[in-house]
């Protein structure tokens, strides 16, 4: 039979159970939903084509690129879920270590930095963009306009460029407390908590 209070036995426990995830964004839903469907294409695609190239000894023209368009989507729109999860590469034994300023600083000036190189790479694209438009290019294996690929890329930096932005307000207005605790240990359930 346990020593402890009713009282200190709910506190205790409260303590031990990690905090809802209140940093990330409901909006995210947008980004996971998009790389679902570009996935469950990709896989459909090169499907497809295995099963005609085995069949018939010879692959549709068109997979590829597609393929390729696909790829470079998913890899932004997962870059786009990463930064707004706070999930971009770093070395963690700058990041973690020192004080709660010191770590907000480093969050912050992170979160800066995704947001003014992703606002440059889709100002330069746009100039990729027109010049697509403008010479009428065209796809080498289907033949369809380049500028409909070449719009997604500065549409998909600018959304990283927010995402970022937002990440850092969110760094800013997040209390000390949380920059001192370990995320590693908050992410998974306390080692020995039992339930009541």
Request: proline share 5%; glycine share 4%; with cysteine.
């Amino acid at each position: 039979m346990s020593s402890k209070s009713p009282a200190e036995t709910e506190i205790h426990h409260v303590s031990e159970t990690p905090a809802p995830a209140d940093s990330e964004p409901r909006s995210l839903r947008i980004e996971d939903w998009l790389t679902v469907i570009v996935m469950a294409a990709l896989a459909l695609i090169t499907f497809a084509n295995v099963l005609v190239r085995y069949f018939t000894s010879s692959s549709f023209a068109w997979t590829e690129e597609i393929s390729v368009f696909l790829m470079i989507v998913l890899a932004l729109v997962a870059g786009s879920a990463a930064v707004a999860r706070d999930r971009h590469i770093r070395i963690e034994f700058f990041s973690e270590s020192g004080s709660a300023l010191r770590r907000r600083r480093l969050a912050q000036l992170g979160a800066l930095m995704v947001a003014l190189l992703f606002t440059v790479i889709a100002v330069l694209s746009i100039r990729t963009l027109y010049d697509d438009y403008r010479f009428e290019e065209t796809s080498p294996g289907i033949g369809v306009p380049v500028w409909w690929y070449t719009m997604w890329l500065p549409i998909l930096s600018a959304l990283i460029a927010c995402r970022a932005v937002g990440l850092f307000i969110r760094r800013s207005r997040q209390p000390d407390i949380e920059y001192l605790v370990d995320e590693t240990v908050s992410d998974s359930p306390a080692a020995g908590s039992k339930s009541p």
